[in-house]
């Protein structure tokens, strides 16, 4: 009798239409040692849902790090500074001075300006050497793959030798 209720609660859990007691009817049930042969496949999974309830699950935050990038700040100081300068010369076009006509404001935003330029030319100058970098792994994987193509050449040909000398073994038979 008690086999004929599991089979029929079986048969609900399989439509989805169990409630919370029978699906605990069954876990009771799959719990025991012996249990009727055909049905020997829900045990194994009766127990796998007892085992992975009883696992700790993963709860460590992982802190997401987002690497900010300073380069549209330094783009929009540059082009603040390429804007005053061509200000500064329409202005004093006409005039032509040397930095010793500049008051003393002038010359520390001069000053600055060059120190700026100097910084964003550096910053090109190393983002062109990762470059080249990247342009030796290139040719490295590309030496590579021609290297590939010599070894899959290899390889098909001893294939073809290998499947010749059994076609001539079984010939021999």
Known sequence: MVLNSIEKLLEKYDN???????????????AQDEVAPHLESYKTMFQYFNT?????LYTKDVPLKTKKSY??????????????????????GDKKKTIGD?????????NQAVEVFDL???????GESNMAAFGLMSNKLSQGAENFEHVAEFSKATNKILKSKKKKQNKNK
């Open 71 to 92: 380069i549209y700040q330094w783009i929009s100081v540059a082009a603040l500074l390429v804007l005053s300068l061509g200000i500064f010369t329409t202005q004093f």
């Open 52 to 56: 992975t309830k009883q696992e700790d």
């Open 120 to 126: 964003v030319g550096s910053k090109f100058e190393q």
């Open 102 to 110: 500049l008051t003393v404001e002038q010359q520390i935003a001069y």
């Open 16 to 30: 989805g239409e169990t409630t919370i007691k029978e699906e605990q009817q069954l876990k009771a049930y799959f």
